[in-house]
């Protein structure tokens, strides 16, 4: 009985450790450049679950979003347009407490050209 009731207390301590940590998501999460042109032109969305009462301010190594605060714990997205040549990272912190709560990053991916094909015989081969 005293068995049971450790388990019990320990499968509801487990559960409430998860509902806190939040859930961070970046979409699209890659992004691939054409030949042409060596940067990605593209529209994320950075989405994040509803946490008890905070106010969430995310912080870039983009250069046009150093860092974005939301107005009030009720919003939980963000729609960014992003023409980067890099990987760019996402950080979601705590506005009140400066905390780090989670992290993603969009990586940019050159296109890479079609290779060519290699003869393996000489060309005065008969065979």
């Known amino acids: ?36 042109a060596q940067s990605c032109d593209i529209e994320v969305t950075l989405e994040w679950n509803q946490l008890t009462n905070k106010t969430i301010c995310i912080i870039s190594d983009y250069k046009d979003l150093k860092k974005w605060c939301s107005p009030s714990p009720s919003i939980h997205s963000l729609t960014v347009n992003i023409s980067s040549d890099r990987d760019i990272q996402f950080v979601m912190i705590d506005k009140d407490t400066h905390e780090t709560l989670a992290g993603v990053k969009l990586k940019v991916t050159p296109a890479s ?10 060309p005065w081969s008969l065979f």
């Open 1 to 36: 009985m005293l068995l049971g009731s450790l388990l019990s207390s320990s499968a509801v301590a487990v559960g409430s450790t998860e509902e806190s940590i939040p859930n961070f998501s970046l979409s699209p999460e890659i992004c691939i450049t054409s030949e042409n």
């Open 113 to 122: 050209s079609p290779q060519v094909r290699r003869r393996y015989r000489n």
